[in-house]
């Protein structure tokens, strides 16, 4: 027996209009959710990471690859590998902090700073891609990125993107 709710029938379809909208009104939540869920979790990454190059197994990693960049090789001769991860860390520290300003008031300078410091990074460690050695491996006649980092520093170029929305969102906000 039929209730008469128009809910309760199998063949029962919301207006085109009506479900074209609830679709878009789902898929720009989900866009606003993402956007906003960029701030802590790229804080977390740079604060997680500025805290790890504090350690000395850090700094000996990062800096045989670190000192191929010409735009982080003068650090490591006038300061050395330690003192260099901890200029570094007090950077990463930094943005990674002002990134949580930034989930709270995307307007903050603090957020502002830290959003630009962030793709700066981003950029430096994807430019890692073009003077890292063993980038590139030959396998089978072919030229490929290798796993242990070309890969790697090829990610960055997604982290960069991210942070440049950041960047947008921040400098869009008051």
Known sequence: MRSGNPADSARFRLPSGVA??????????????????????IAVLFLGIGLQKLTAY???????????????AWIYDLAGVRNASRVFAAIEVLIGGG???GFV???HIA???ASVGAAVTAFI???FLFTAPGV??????LTLLSLEVGQLFLKDLVLLTACLVLVGQSWRSR
């Open 99 to 101: 990134l949580l300003m």
């Open 136 to 141: 590139l491996v030959k396998e089978r006649g």
């Open 125 to 127: 460690t994807f430019a």
């Open 105 to 107: 008031r995307p307007g």
């Open 111 to 113: 957020a502002k700073l």
């Open 58 to 72: 850090e700094a000996f990693a990062v800096a045989p690859i670190a000192r191929t960049s010409p735009f982080l």
């Open 20 to 41: 074209r909208l609830s679709r878009r009104s789902a898929a720009a939540g989900l866009e606003a959710f993402a956007v906003r869920a960029l701030w802590p979790v």
